[in-house]
């Protein structure tokens, strides 16, 4: 999905639409479903990538806004990267 050419209009009622998807399989991955903790990796993901971790969590029942574990695992794991390469593991609740 390229959403590069369409206008600043047309983008934020997709990303309106997008925030009611949150918490369902309809996410398109255009809205920020996760909290402050995971911005610097998340905000520059594809929107496939984003699908795909938000999907996983929601099947494994991830919170994303709390800081913890399971949601930076699965973000390495989507990602294909250790996890400490994105955050210090040892330093997470």
């Not at 913890?68 to 390495?76: Q, S, T, V």
């Amino acid at each position: 999905m390229n959403l590069g050419d369409i206008s600043w209009t047309a983008f934020a009622d997709i990303y309106r639409l997008d925030e009611s998807y949150i918490g369902t399989k309809d996410y398109m991955g255009v809205a920020y479903f996760w909290g402050h903790e995971y911005k610097h990796v998340m905000r520059d993901l594809s929107y496939a990538k984003l699908r795909k971790i938000h999907n996983l969590g929601l099947d494994r029942n991830i919170d994303f806004i709390k800081p913890n574990k399971d949601a930076w695992y699965l973000i390495a794991e989507v990602l294909k990267c250790g996890v400490n390469t994105l955050r210090d593991i040892r330093e997470v609740a």
